[in-house]
C-alpha cells in the first residue's frame, strides 16, 4: 500500500502544483489535497458539523441504499492509540503525527505499525473551511475503525432511511447546506444552476 501511496504522492505533487495558489506546502497539506480531490490516501475525512455530515449521508438521494451518519469519538480513538492524556492531535504540530507521513511510513521498517488516530489540521483550503473538516488517518494497516471499536465507545451509527433523502436534501437547502456551499468552486456553480434550470 504504502508503495502505492508514495509513487502517487509524487505525482500528484509533480502535476498539481501549478494548479495550487501556494506550492510551498508540507507533506500533510500535500495529502489533505489528496484527499480532497478523491486521490487514494490514508486519510478518512469527517466533519465537525452533524448537518454537513447528514448532507453527505443523503447526497445520493436516488441510491436504493440508506444513508448512514457515523459518529466518532477522536479522543477515545487517540486513548486507544495510546496517546495520554486523551486529546485531538494536530497536523504539523504534534510530533505523534510525524510517523503518519508519506516519507516516514515509507521509509520506517516494514515491521513497524502504529494505531489508527484522530487528527485536526490547518485549513488551508476552501473545501476544508466549508466542510468543516477533520481527519482520521492509518498507518499500515487497513483496519476498519468499526472493526476496533471493542465496546469503547468510539463510533455511534446513526441510519437515514433512503425514502427519506429527497426530503432531507431540500430542509438543508433551505438551511444553506448544499453543494456550493460544501464545494465551493466554479463547478458547483454550474451543478446547481443546472439543477435548477
Not at 503525527?97 to 484522530?118: D, G, H, I, K, M
Not at 475503525?145 to 468510539?154: F, Q, R, S
Not at 438543508?172 to 451543478?191: K, M
Amino acid at each position: 500500500m504504502e508503495d502505492r501511496e508514495w509513487e502517487t504522492y509524487q505525482r500528484f505533487r509533480q502535476n498539481a502544483a501549478a494548479f495550487l495558489a501556494h506550492t510551498t506546502l508540507s507533506e500533510w497539506d500535500w495529502m489533505l489535497y489528496m484527499r480532497h480531490y478523491e486521490v487514494p490516501t490514508r486519510l478518512l475525512d469527517w466533519t465537525e458539523s452533524p448537518l454537513i455530515a447528514l448532507y453527505f449521508a443523503v447526497e445520493d438521494e436516488d441510491s436504493e441504499n440508506d444513508g448512514v451518519v457515523w459518529c466518532l469519538s477522536p479522543e477515545k480513538l487517540n486513548e486507544r492509540a495510546g496517546h495520554e492524556p486523551p486529546r485531538i492531535l494536530c497536523a504539523g504540530v504534534d510530533s505523534e503525527l510525524n510517523e503518519y507521513t508519506p516519507t516516514s511510513v515509507r521509509q520506517a521498517p516494514e515491521t513497524s505499525a502504529f494505531a489508527p488516530v484522530a487528527l485536526i489540521a490547518a485549513r488551508a483550503f476552501p473545501r476544508l473551511v466549508a466542510q468543516q473538516g477533520v481527519f482520521t488517518i492509518i498507518h499500515r494497516e487497513a483496519t476498519a475503525l468499526e472493526h476496533i471499536d471493542n465496546g469503547m465507545g468510539l463510533l455511534q451509527k446513526i441510519r437515514i432511511d433512503k425514502g427519506a433523502k429527497k426530503s432531507i436534501l431540500k430542509d438543508l437547502a433551505r438551511l444553506g447546506i448544499h453543494r456550493l456551499t460544501l464545494f465551493p468552486e466554479i463547478q458547483s456553480v454550474v451543478t446547481r444552476l443546472s439543477h435548477h434550470a
